[in-house]
């Protein structure tokens, strides 16, 4: 499958991953995930190497799991340490072992081989677990390749026209935006300043702020997974302080994991942390209702978008303009990291 391999994943959420047998598919590859008795998320293959039985559909005992099928039971290392019937173990008797890591209340997963996995490029999301920041959170099945929800994060000006009456106004799609690409530390920025804008509902409603608004989109993605949108919300005229003090301005940072699943079916993790109302639990309702209501807005578009580019003919050529900037330049890292 055309994944970028050698790479880092996000595969659940910290919260996901406890004493149960978690599955999910990672870049066409089932694996289950649990976490020892000292608290250590573990990846394995989910297979049992007998008849290939999965692995999560199984049972624990200890920090063992035992196949469900027929007892083979595995360390968290993957070694096969029990079989029925005879008392020697096979010496080919394992699964596979994931490399995992805890980090910013998600577990990522190592995709490639396991020697040239390095914790330290895992890209950060530190609002995510600050203590400064309070985080509403979900995921969504996603029936399209994951190409196309990096495509619809890097243009946001679907917002005006997808997402009207939540997060959408005139002004997004009207205001042009600028594109850098780090080739060296791989990394794309797509920004949006806008200036005396409508106040979409979404923030209206979550922030309390009144009539029209300076509105900044900064876009980091880090392929293949991570998407980070700075967001600034602040009463029109009001400007951060020389020394970059903002306290008259609410800030949103919008995380997005786009984890492929299959070639045609994605992992849609979305995650809004927020420096404002941090007490206040409906504002965490209405801004966790409301985003989902977004993503499975971007949910329908990308699996009918899916179906067409299923079915269109070979050799079909779509037609780019600046807005494309960014997503175009996505498309060429991912494509680079594919070859490699």
Known sequence: MAFPRNQWYVAAYASEVGDGLLARTIC????????????????????????????????????????????????????????????????????????????????????????????????????????????????????ARYELLVDNLLDLSHETYLHGGYIGTPEVAATPITTEVDEEAGVVYVSRRMKDAECPPFYAKSTGIQGRIDRWQDIEYHPPCLYLLHSRIAPTGVEPGPDGDDPRACHAEIVYAITPETETSTHDFWMVARDFAMDDEEVSRFLADSNRTVVLQDVEALNLLEKVIAAEPEGYQELSINIDTGGLAARRMLQRMTAQ
């Open 28 to 143: 066409g590859e089932p694996i289950v995930f649990y976490r020892t008795r000292d608290g250590k998320p573990v990846g394995l293959a989910d297979r049992c190497v007998h008849r290939r039985y999965p692995l999560s559909a199984s049972s624990r005992d200890g920090d063992r799991i035992v196949c469900g099928y027929h007892g083979f039971t595995y360390d968290p290392d993957g070694t096969c340490v029990a079989v029925p019937g005879q008392r020697r173990v096979p010496r080919t008797a394992r699964v596979p072992r994931y490399t995992v890591v805890e980090q910013d209340s998600l577990i990522w997963v190592w995709i490639g081989e396991d020697g040239k996995a390095d914790p330290a490029a895992i890209p950060r999301a530190p609002w995510l677990d600050s203590p400064d920041y309070v985080t509403v959170r979900g995921m969504e099945p996603l029936a």
